[in-house]
């Protein structure tokens, strides 16, 4: 497995892959690193994918950190990673330096209108505009034709969904099922950053989720109840504030009256000094 550390040489490699024969397309996984289960589970498919092509970006992108957030601290284990990607089926690690993505004097930003003010958005103002500045120049980069996200982050995949619709990628976001521990909780690189009582608090978005589709299963489709029965089950842990609980259209990110299939159920909330994130697709 190579590691590549500039625009230029995933370029070429990317380009010398596609030149191999007709099925020769490029999966990218776009990720900050600290790589979990999570992140094996998308490498895997992207291996099985596009076997031999799969390029593995590791780089924790400061635009999409506000001011007051864990960017100086987010974890960072480079060795490790590497060596579940290369085990998952990664081809080629994509480590550049903040300076090969932003270069000095670099002015130009990718911004979703509407869909980045919304869910995570609302809460984290500017950090949409990030994450979509950097998969843009990720994919132009790797000129991949699949890139693989989970479903846990559902709002940025929303805002990526539209991205490369509107600019025409021809990439196609594949979205891999959420990794959770054997108590239920979403994977996370950030769940590192929890106490042991913080990690049983935060339990309290998986209950949600799983009594909104326990609640969905039983008939229930109206979202003022299903929101609400969330709500409850974060009045029995105090500790943990609530940020946002909604059921959303997953094209538009924006709220309806009827958990119909297809929908949203999203939630967020702070555990101690860390957020967490979790979701459930109504079917």
Known sequence: MQILRTVEELRQWSRARR????DSGIALVPTMGAL?????SLIRAAAEA???RVAVSIFVNPTQFGPNEDFARYPRTFAADCALAEREGATVIFAP???????????????????SDRLDGASRPGHFRGVATVVAKLLITAEADLAFFGQKDAAQVAVLRRMVADLRSGTKIVVCPIVREGDGLALS???VYLSAAERKQALALSRAVWWVEKSVAGGERQSAVLIEAARNV???????RVDYIEIVDWDTLWPVRSAAKGTLFAVAAWVGKTRLIDNTIIN
């Open 50 to 52: 596009r076997p031999g």
């Open 189 to 191: 690189s950030r769940n």
């Open 234 to 240: 974060f009045a029995e842990v105090p500790e943990v």
């Open 36 to 40: 979990h289960a999570g992140h094996a």
């Open 97 to 115: 330096s903040v300076e090969e993505m932003y270069p000095a004097g670099a002015a130009t930003f990718v911004d979703v209108e509407a869909l």
């Open 19 to 22: 030149c191999e024969g007709t």
